[in-house]
């Protein structure tokens, strides 16, 4: 039920998923021919079994057996709409249900309100709005549309004599339904329902209801790179599945021209050949007066333009047929790319070397991309699909090798790690993705996992806990103070002391009057996400104590359910002599550096200080720089360079900047 705690997981060891192969080898595994005899059959079976029990499993290979479609091509399928997850009946994004994400469109999520200060400052850069400039999510609710192609739940209820509710609410049904929807589209391709997965090709290739051959072809990839794997996961429900790899299941590439789709063109993007790619260009054009939009031109990384150090991953608020919408608008903001939950398709709106208005900081948007994912961060159950998150994280590491971007939490941010320009932008930033993304993951799609790097005495600790079991309780997603449905978390939550009932530590930037820390959804003040690293200030039993914005945070990690891994590295501090040295949210030029006729930008610490005695984590130096670009003309822009050097640092929830002639570097752990 939807708000309610998860049930009780699985008694067999969970493995980290780094850990699977290592549990395959060791013959922990549920065969789903061992399964079989245990499932009667009906599509209500094993509802009222123990979590744990494998009633999934043997969900799958009843439909399997019925709509004799092959049990791998099924576990698959499934895999990469919802890591066969149910999310406890809530629908995601559009309108989809359960393992097999069956959409209905009478119940597809609107979007709400979401905080930024765009509306007022859309370049982030403390100019005067555009003209008719709006904030960059939707101020009022508004209705996600869900295409005639994407309402699948229907077709599967009338294919397979289950009612729209049973699809909707119980797992097994709704797997029967996801049989039905592939052996049908089978028959309409003309293919055999054959034992061999490879004979699936082209009916995989049509289940996401791809609207061009490219993205039908890449999801049917992605589906066949997971039959070819296996996979293996305790599902949020507590069900343990198993997909044992079959090593020889091949593309057969040829069957997606079956579906007689049309082939996009490709050209004028910036994507890897992996990922279905479109060009759906941000307007550059004039306003009113002076006024100009949505992004601006450069020339990045080549000189005199910044180079890009920065990767943005957002979410939507909103459908994809919306958020490009939005995107044509000149009098919107922009961003680089978004990404589509269904099949994973991307569209590029500004090329990489210009500039997009998305993270509400100018240095930031100066000197980075942006990235929009299909979603609602206080949606929890509305989830990212597996193929989304495979997709973006092949785009992320094209962009990184191209314009040399380190593949670390320190340059591939949330927009929750944006920090404010001023003390004023603090309490206005943006908080997407949120803690319900899966940064764990993502990471390990990126083929970057968060593994130690140092021992109990590198002085330093990188956050991840185990997503699946980390659930911690937020407030707000449906309404102020309300409790949200539990839901896996990369997030964990600090606290004043080492024990459960402190308060949380305080964030004076987004509360001068002092007042305390929330577990609202859209609360960063005492929050740590998986990937952050931070400086190791304390320890005490089960409890670890990291610096953070001025303060000891503390956390719970006891040894047996770490909610770290160890590390090591370069950590800044106070030259010695001071008390504490200011912070910054940008790394912006001195006053000496800017010429005639281009206004100096003031270099304003942020309301926190890096005190002596406290160390912070290292994530590299990079140049003062400031970007003048008031004009439509691009030949009036110009970049500003300085001699101040800064570093960046994991200062709290988000980075921020300090001054290199400010601070010490040295080896953690000294």
Not at 430 to 439: A, E, K, Q, V, Y
Not at 477 to 487: D, F, L, T
Not at 556 to 562: F, L
Not at 634 to 658: L, W
Request: contains cysteine; charged residues 20%; proline residues 8%.
């Amino acid at each position: 039920m939807r708000g309610s705690a998860p049930a009780p997981r699985t008694t067999l060891p969970r493995a980290r998923r780094g850990n699977r192969r290592r549990l395959r080898a060791a013959g922990v595994v549920l065969s789903a021919a061992l399964l079989l005899p245990a499932f009667s059959g009906s599509p209500a079976a094993g509802a009222g079994e123990q979590p744990g029990s494998g009633a999934l499993q043997r969900a799958f290979v009843a439909a399997s057996a019925k709509y004799h479609v092959p049990p791998s091509v099924l576990l698959a399928v499934s895999y990469l709409q919802s890591r066969w997850n149910a999310h406890g009946g809530a629908p995601s994004v559009i309108g989809g249900y359960g393992p097999m994400h069956l959409t209905d469109a009478t119940t597809a999520l609107t979007a709400g309100a979401h905080r930024g200060d765009e509306a007022q400052d859309p370049r982030g850069d403390g100019a005067r709005p555009l003209a008719g400039a709006r904030s960059v999510r939707p101020e009022l609710p508004v209705p996600v549309e869900v295409p005639a192609r994407l309402r699948t739940l229907d077709r599967a209820a009338e294919l397979s004599g289950l009612s729209a509710e049973a699809l909707r609410q119980d797992p097994a049904a709704n797997v029967q339904g996801g049989a039905a929807l592939l052996a049908a589209a089978q028959r309409r391709l003309g293919l055999p329902l054959s034992s061999d997965p490879a004979d699936w090709y082209g009916a995989v290739a049509s289940y996401p209801g791809a609207t061009d051959a490219v993205s039908a072809g890449a999801f049917a990839h992605d589906v066949f790179e997971v039959i070819r794997a296996g996979e293996r996961r305790t599902t949020d429900a507590g069900q343990l599945v198993d997909l044992e790899a079959v090593p020889r299941a091949g593309d057969r590439a040829d069957q997606v021209r079956r579906l007689a789709l049309p082939a996009p063109s490709q050209s004028g993007v910036e994507c890897p050949a992996s990922v279905a790619c479109e060009s759906i260009p941000a307007p550059y054009q004039k306003l009113e007066g002076t006024d100009y939009g949505n992004h601006d031109v450069a020339d990045r990384p080549k000189a005199p333009s910044q180079k890009v150090s920065f990767i943005v991953i957002h979410d939507t608020e909103g459908s994809w047929e919306t958020t490009v919408k939005l995107i044509k608008d000149p009098a919107y903001v922009s961003w680089n790319y978004t990404v589509r939950s269904a099949d994973g398709h991307i569209a590029q709106h500004v090329p990489t070397k210009d500039v997009a208005w998305h993270s509400g900081n100018w240095y930031v948007n100066s000197t980075s991309v942006g990235i929009e994912h299909e979603g609602f961060l206080a949606q929890p159950d509305a989830w990212y699909t597996e193929e989304m998150y495979r997709t973006s994280a092949r785009l992320v590491r094209y962009l990184a090798d191209k314009l040399h971007i380190p593949l670390d939490r320190q340059h591939i941010l949330g927009h929750d790690n944006v920090p404010g320009t001023t003390p004023a932008t603090i309490k206005g930033l943006h908080t997407d993705p949120g803690p319900f993304w899966d940064w764990e993951h993502y990471f390990e799609l990126l083929g970057k996992p968060f593994y130690p790097t140092g021992s109990t005495y590198g002085g330093m600790v990188t956050i991840r806990p185990d997503y699946d079991i980390n659930t911690p309780q937020y407030t707000g997603c449906e309404g102020a103070g309300k409790p949200c449905a539990r839901h896996g978390s990369g997030a964990v939550r600090l606290y004043t002391a080492p024990k459960k009932d402190a308060p949380l530590v305080k964030d004076i930037g987004l509360r001068p009057d002092g007042g305390a820390s929330t577990t609202d959804v859209n609360d960063t003040g005492a929050r740590a996400s998986t990937g952050q690293q931070f400086a190791v200030a304390d320890r005490q039993g089960d409890w670890t104590a990291i610096w953070y914005l001025g303060q000891k945070a503390w956390f719970r990690n006891p040894w047996w359910d770490p909610t770290v891994v160890n590390a090591s590295g370069k950590v800044v501090t106070p030259k010695a002599g001071s008390a504490g040295v200011p912070v910054y949210g940008r790394a912006y030029p001195e006053k000496e550096a800017y010429p005639a006729g281009v206004p100096v930008q003031e270099v304003t610490p942020l309301p926190y200080k890096l005190l002596a005695g406290q160390t912070y984590v290292l994530g590299g130096a990079v140049p003062g720089e400031y970007l003048w670009s008031k004009t439509f003309d691009a030949a009036g822009h110009r970049v500003i360079r300085g001699k101040d050097v800064y570093y960046e640092i994991q200062f709290g929830h988000r980075v921020a900047f300090v001054r290199a002639a400010d601070v010490s570097v040295r080896p953690s752990g000294r």
